[in-house]
Every structure is written in structure tokens, then in C-alpha cells.
């Protein structure tokens, strides 16, 4: 049976205003633990009012919003003129998520070196360029490990391995059974894993993805069969191992047999080939038949997801 939503929007409307016009009006949604979801529309439409009550920055003029997992958010514009250093800024927030002095210093600074920020450690931030800005701004919300992350044009401003990096990071949190909640204006940005796509219409919310199938029912569609070889004794990097139908014995002295959807091979292998110590990937299968869940191929060979 499907699992309650972690956050549920019923008959959501938010106006600015007594009498200012409707910008959203009559939404429903549901969050499943584990989605990835897009949120696509034109300018001015209503995505970043959409994401501040998703994220309880903001309240809904009507209807409601039930359950409230562990929320984090990436704002369009990060308030960078705080009175604090980055990494000053992120152990404060650590601490203020419950973590002891040393371990908060630590994760600030193991956060800042992810996004290639390292270095500017012991900068104000009302120095940071706004590169840098950005940077903090992702590792605020990515330090709390959220049950639910809202990322409203969150790589706009990074680097192209800092983007990477939030590609992971993302991957990470929803592997890990973590939401997330996103707009960009790339049409592109993790088209190939996002679970759910919905437009913002007139107002309206109109869903653009055919809803997921029955709890592990497993995906629809093409899969694609990848050997690759790990380090001795590695495990799947995490991203892999959540969107993986199958996982058996490849053949091969210690190669792993994959079955992934296919449109998530890109994903897969980009993992493995830029896990810390890469696995080797010895060939990869064309697309072949839908899986079930009693018929993934791996279940034949041994272990099965
Ligand atoms: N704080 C506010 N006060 C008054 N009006 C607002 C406020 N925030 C947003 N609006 C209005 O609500 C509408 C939707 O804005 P919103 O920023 O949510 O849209 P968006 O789809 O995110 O836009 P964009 O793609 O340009 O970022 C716009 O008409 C905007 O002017």
C-alpha cells in the first residue's frame, strides 16, 4: 500500500493582498518520501510562491498544508549580508540543527569543500562573490540532511562541478528517502531521474508525469543492463543503488550486473565512473523488456531489489 504523503497541500491558495488577484488557487498535492518533483512554468507564474509555502516560509491565504517533515530551502535570493564568515554562518546553523560545537565546524567545512568553497572558508559573506553566495546558500539546506528539500533555481550562480555536486547531493537526499521539490530554468536540469513534473497554469497546478505506480511495483518502461566492476569489497555509490531494478552477479570474476531504467543509465553510469575510486564499466546492454516485479532480470541471478 502507498505510504501517506511526508506533506500534503489541500484547496492551497495564496493572494497578496485582501483583494489582490489569485496566484495560485485550489491546489492539491501530495509529497511522496523519496520523490523527486519538478516544478516547470512561465515567468510570473507562481512557482516561487509555490515553493515558499512547500518549504513553510510562507502560509497559504486559503486551504492547508498537513504534516511538516524536516524542511530546508534554497531561496531565489540568499540574504548574503549576514554578519558572519561562511563557515561561521553554516556551524552556527549546524548548531541551531542540534549538532555539538566540533562536529557543526566540521560538517560546515566538509560542506564548503564539496561545492569547491573551501577556500573561502573565512570569508564575510557579505564578501562572497555571488558564486559564493550561492554556494552557502545550498550548504545551509543541504547541512540539516532535510526530509524535504525545496531548490528554487538553486544552480543558478554555480559553477559547472558545483552543479555536478548539487546533481549528487540531490541524488543522495532522495536515496536516502529524503523529497525534494525543484524549479529550473533548464529544461534539462535532472530531467533524466525527476519522478514527477507538474506546470503552474492559471493558478492552477496540472501534472505533467503519469502518477508512480504502486509501491514497488517497480518503474515502467525500458531497461538497460550495465557490468561494471567495483573496487574489492566497494558497495554501489548510493545514488545507484536507489534507482537500480536489479542488482546480480555479472559474470566476470566480481563484476556487478545492473538493471536500470533507461532513463536513468546516464545517471548510473556517470556515478560509477566518478565514485572516489571509479568502477570499471566492462559493457552495457541495449534497452530491453519492462520489468515486473517478479521478473527483473537479477532475480534470475541472484540478489534483487
Ligand atoms: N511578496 C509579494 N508581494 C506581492 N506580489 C507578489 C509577491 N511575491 C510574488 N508576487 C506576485 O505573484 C506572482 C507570482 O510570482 P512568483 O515569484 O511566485 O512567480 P514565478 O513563477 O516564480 O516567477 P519567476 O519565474 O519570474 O521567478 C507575480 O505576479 C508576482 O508579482
Redesign the pocket.
Known sequence: MERDPVLRLSGVGRR?GLR?PW?LRGVDLGIRAGALIRVQ?G???????LLRLLAGVDAPSEGRLTQRPRTAFVP?RFPAALPFTAVGYLTHLARVHGLARGAAGRSAERWLERFGAGGHARTPLSELSKGGSQKVAVAQALLADPELLVLDEAWTGLDVPARAELDRAVAERTAAGGSVVFVDHDPRRLADVADETYA?VGGGLERRTEPPGPEGAGPRGPVVVIVAQGPPGAALPAPVAAVAVGVGAGGAAGATRLTVPESRSDLVLRELLTARVPWHVVRVEEPGAVPSPTSAPAAEEGTSR
Open positions: 497578496y489582490g496566484v512554468g515567468n510570473g507564474t507562481g512557482k516561487s510562491t531565489e503552474v
